[in-house]
Every structure is written in C-alpha cells, then in structure tokens.
C-alpha cells in the first residue's frame, strides 16, 4: 500500500526527550505487511503493479492513537449514579455504600458472553472512529475467579475479531466485591494465590493493574498483590491517587510500574519518584470532569521534571463516558497547560511506552506498525481545537483501512 499527497506527515519520534514534532512536508508513505517502509518524496518510480494506492487529499497524516487505558467490558449501565451525583452525592460516597463498580459488577456477572462480546466489539468500533488503533481493556468488573478469568477470555475474543491492537490488562484488584466485604484480606489471597496464576497460566494478560484508593484496596494490600504479580512476570500498573493522595505512586515507584495512572492528587515529591522509576503517568482528565472534580493532575510540574506522561479516555461506566480521546487531550491543553505538541505525544507515543509497545506503535518511523490517521485538515492542531471525530477522514491500522469517514 502506498499513502500518497500527503501535505504534511506530523510525529514524533521513538527516542526523544523532547516533545518536538517532526513534520514531513509532501510526503508517500510506502507500506508492507502492515508495517512502514518508506517514507519519501516520490514512490514512483518503484511503484508495484496492482498495489493499493490511498489519495491523502493534500491534508496532514499523524499515528494512529494509542488508548492505553480503558474498562470497555461491562455490562448495564450507570446513569442512576449519574443522576445521584447530579444531587450532590460523590463517586466516593457511592463506591463506599457499595453501589459505583459493584453495581457494573451485578450487570457484568449476569450479562451473557455473546452480549458482553456484542457490546464490546460495538465499543471498539467507536473508538475505531475516534482514531484509536491500539486499544487497553482492563478486566474488573467479575471479580470473581470464574469471572475475571471469563472476563479476558472475552476481551480475547474481542480481541480475535477485531481490525485494531487490543491489550488485556487483569484488574481483579479492581474493589472488593460484596461476598468480601467483610473480610476483605481473604480476597486479596483469592487475588494473589489463585487469579494471578490462572492469569498468567492460561496467557491471559501481561499486566496486573490494582486501584489503591481508600475504600477500595489500601497500600498494604496493593503491595501484596505487586508483590505476587511481580513474582509471576507481570507487568505493573497502579491506579493511584485519584481521589486521595494516599501514596500510592510512591508505591507504583518503589515497583518500577509501567505506569501510574490518573494522579490527581500526586505530589511533588511523588513525581520525582515517579521520574526516577522510569514510570509513566497516565494522566485521565474527563474522568476528573465527569465526576465533578476541579483538581486536574500537575501534568506542567511532571513534564518539566522529565516524567513521562500519557493521556487516557479511561472509558467505563462510571467515571468516564467517552470514546474520545482528542478531546481528552483538549482538556490537557485547557486545563493542565499542555502544549499541543505534548498533548499529541500523550495520545501516541507516551501512551505507547505506558504499554510497553514503544518500539511498534506511536510514530510514524520506518519498521514500525502501519497505524495512521489521515486527517480532513491539513493543520493537525485544528483536531485538538475542534475535537470533533468529523475531523477524521481515514483510519489505517497495520497498513488495512479500518475506518473511513463519509
Ligand atoms: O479508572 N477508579 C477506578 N476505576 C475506574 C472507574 C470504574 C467505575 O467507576 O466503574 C476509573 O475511574
Ligand atoms: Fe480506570
């Protein structure tokens, strides 16, 4: 395949400290088996016969979005907490009397494969539309052993059938369902001594994310359960200091998680930790918006001290009701004081490192994965000013049209 008129290509590149774009102007982009092979001024001369050739229209090419965190698996819904917070109840006050999660957990448990599976896949095709070519789905909403582990078998499934990148993520440690409330340790050994190895026997997942929040799982649990997931290879993620700063993106340090995720109410020092670690901080703003919250993460304090940082959509049901993560990137703009530069290697390449798939995705480089977004705008900052998915003309993931606007 071979993406030619291309006015501007806008990326990033794999290795750079900075958040420097390079821009390519007039450009065709050559590509084989799914990856990109050329990048150049005229193909020409080496054109192959009956090869597929895309028009860019004179408009501007960027890589495709990396989603690096999201609960795209549930089933119900949660307008009723919705509605409960629009009359001044909090997320906090409706996790803690047992509803929040644990009602998405009720829904999930009853919810059959096929339409677990039907609603996925339709949610995958939003984000499709939105852009996203590689797609996290955390576990989380079965907590049980039967359950999470049915769970990722769906989001494998899902993952079978779908044209895009999809990475499980296990979050059995995502709250503590009813049958354990009253004791609650014993969940944590269901976690360590049971899911964890059943996870990882039957290649369920590569990651173990935990949410360490007050009434959900405290430091001495999530370090239990890093501990034992450490052991069994997988990689770590913490949702941390979202609603209180509790320390754990101290603790998402001291184990070298790939990545600390949300931080609202991560501090200075933490940041340096974080830094330090080699962690990368996924960063949730509408999740900050949606449940009324007006304390955004320090995202200007974490890039000026060198920390990595990602941007999310954090799709569920309850925190978070988007597919789209250009205006997720927006809000890091407006309200975190991004630079459109950083907002964009937020949505691609950093979120990339927070998977570990830097090497594949998030840059358009030679040798990488043919994941592309060609634009209806030849200015790439026009799609984080109006972040409307109309702004999308055609979505390439590993060089096959995935999306194409009409
Ligand atoms: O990332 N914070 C915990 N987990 C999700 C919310 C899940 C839910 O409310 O269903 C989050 O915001
Ligand atoms: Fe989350």
């Given amino acids: 395949m071979i993406i030619t008129n291309i006015k501007k290509l806008i990326t990033h590149k794999t290795v750079n400290i900075s958040s420097k774009i390079c821009t390519y102007k007039d450009i065709c982009i050559g590509i084989n088996r799914g990856k990109i092979v050329k990048l150049n001024t005229d193909f020409k001369l080496n054109r192959i016969k009956n090869e597929e050739v895309i028009d860019a229209k004179g408009k501007a090419v960027i890589p495709g979005l990396v989603e690096c965190h999201t609960h795209t698996v549930f089933g119900g819904d949660r307008i009723d907490d919705f509605e409960r917070r629009s009359r001044g109840l909090t997320y906090m006050d409706i996790l803690k009397a047992g509803g929040g999660i644990n009602h998405t957990v009720k829904c999930t448990r009853e919810s059959r494969d096929s339409e677990l599976i039907k609603t996925g896949l339709e949610r995958v095709r939003k984000f499709t539309a939105n852009g996203i070519t590689t797609l996290e789905i955390k576990s989380g909403y079965g907590l049980s052993v039967k359950d999470e582990l049915r769970l990722l078998k769906i989001i494998g499934r899902i993952k079978d059938e779908s044209d895009i990148d999809i990475i499980p993520t296990f979050l059995g440690a995502h709250t503590f369902p009813p049958e354990y409330r009253e004791n609650r340790d014993k969940y944590v050994d269901i976690i360590t001594d049971t899911m964890l190895p059943l996870v990882r026997k039957n290649n369920l997942s590569e990651f173990c994310d935990i949410f360490c929040e007050e009434g959900a799982f405290n430091l001495a649990q999530t370090e239990r359960i890093l501990k034992a997931a450490k052991k069994l290879g997988f990689r770590l993620k913490i949702h941390a200091d979202q609603l209180t700063n509790s320390g754990a993106s101290l603790l998402a340090a001291k184990y070298r998680c790939i990545s600390a995720d949300h931080l609202d109410k991560t501090d200075r020092k933490s940041i340096l930790a974080l830094r330090k670690a080699g962690t990368t901080a996924v960063l949730l703003p509408y999740a900050t918006l949606f449940t009324g919250h007006r304390e955004y993460a320090l995202a200007r304090e974490m ?77 790439y900052r026009e799609i984080f000013y109006n972040p409307d998915p109309a702004l999308i003309n055609t979505v390439i993931s590993k060089g096959k049209v995935v999306f194409r606007n009409r």
């Fill in 303 to 379: 890039l000026d001290n060198g920390l990595r940082v990602a941007i999310s959509t954090d799709f569920n049901p309850g925190s978070s009701y988007t597919f789209n993560l250009f205006f997720c990137a927006t809000l890091g703009i407006t309200q975190m004081r991004m630079t459109v530069e950083e907002a964009l290697m937020a949505i691609t390449i950093n979120a990339a490192y927070a998977l570990g798939l830097e090497r594949k995705k998030g840059t358009i480089e030679t040798g990488k994965d043919a994941d592309l977004i060609i634009l209806n705008t030849d200015d």
